[in-house]
């Protein structure tokens, strides 16, 4: 992933999602930061059978059942509001970590326009 690519929302709360799903409609894939402070929080609920501490690092894909996961975490719950975009739209969910990035991706993707 690029530094600090067009498509990047820092995510600060419900006030992110009109951003979020303005780049989505304009870029066919939005890059959703959040802060690092959540990295352990998603790693124990996205493998809540691995037990024992080793280097937590997540790469996983789904939809909108991912984006459900992530807003289970204390602290992402607004993020949850994006499920219905996701659903409307058919985009992908992709988290990343451990510096935490949730990719919305629809299938039809295209380049981003400023």
Known sequence: MRENPINRVRWSGAGSIPEVEETLRRCGTVEIQ?????HHALYARIHPEVRVARIEQIDVSDGAE???KVASVRGLDEIGQLEGTVLD?????HLLSPVP???LSLPDRRGCHA
């Open 101 to 103: 990035i949730i990719v």
């Open 34 to 38: 959040l802060a690092p402070d959540f």
């Open 89 to 93: 739209q058919g985009a992908s969910v």
């Open 66 to 68: 991912l984006l459900r």
